[in-house]
């Protein structure tokens, strides 16, 4: 399962709202992940199963979608939230399939 | 708390082995599925394997005659074998635990990485 990842860049400002775009070759039903990269940090499991906050994740992200379509979405952007997001399908393995990774900057 | 730590040589030569140790404090490796991810230069992330609870193996088709995860319970350590690497193996290596699911599907915990060089 290719898995399309959009946009590569995203810059935006704190205290915006910003929404990351995966798309599946197929239907992976909702067995989709999405991780957080940061340096110098173990990346960190935010959300699993399309829309499940993994604990400890903040409310203000929230993921959506199932099928062929999932979006990523962080409301009121916080200086933390600047990093790279990666999503991960899980319905068809092995192999696991990685999108090529959403890097947010600070605007 | 679960903590992984990739250790292993940063500079491999072509056509040699690549040898990574994955040491996990906090959580035993005999419970779980336990994985090995890379992550090469422009980001793109692939799946190379991962090894369960029982010893049991699944691996990446597209490494599949390269490859070899094992694992030393003793010390709560598994191993990451890849064979005849070139420069194109050359990323940054991650261990990771699946999160208890009763599947492998998704990562929790993740080590920081460890990046590899191949070159001559």
């Known amino acids: 399962v290719q898995m399309t990842q959009s946009p590569s860049y995203l810059a935006a400002s704190p205290g915006e709202s910003v929404s990351i775009s995966c798309k599946a070759s197929k239907s992976i039903s909702n067995n989709l992940a999405w991780y957080q990269e940061k340096p110098g940090k173990a990346n960190k499991l935010l959300i699993h199963?399309?829309?499940t906050l993994q604990s400890g994740t903040p409310s203000r992200f929230s993921g959506s979608g199932s099928g062929t379509d999932f979006t990523l979405t962080i409301r009121s952007l916080e200086s933390e939230d600047f990093a790279v997001y990666y999503c991960?399908?899980?319905?068809?393995?092995?192999?696991?399939?990685f999108g090529a990774g959403t890097k947010l900057e600070l605007k | 708390e679960v903590q992984l730590q990739e250790s292993g040589p940063g500079l491999v030569k072509p056509s040699q082995s690549l040898s990574l140790t994955c040491s996990v404090t906090?959580?035993?490796?005999?419970?779980?599925?336990w994985g090995w991810i890379r992550k090469f230069p422009g980001n793109k992330m692939e799946w190379m394997g991962y090894i369960s609870y029982s010893g049991s193996t699944s691996y990446n088709p597209s490494l599949k005659s390269r490859i070899s995860i094992t694992r030393d319970t003793s010390k709560n350590q598994f191993f990451l074998q890849l064979n005849s690497v070139t420069t194109e193996d050359t990323a940054t290596y991650y261990c990771a635990r699946y999160k208890r699911t009763g599947r492998p599907y998704y990562f929790d915990y993740w080590g920081q990485g460890v990046m590899v060089t191949v070159s001559s």
């Open positions: 906090g959580y035993s490796i005999t419970s779980n599925y």
């Open positions: 199963s399309g829309s």
């Open positions: 991960q399908q899980y319905n068809e393995y092995p192999p696991y399939t």
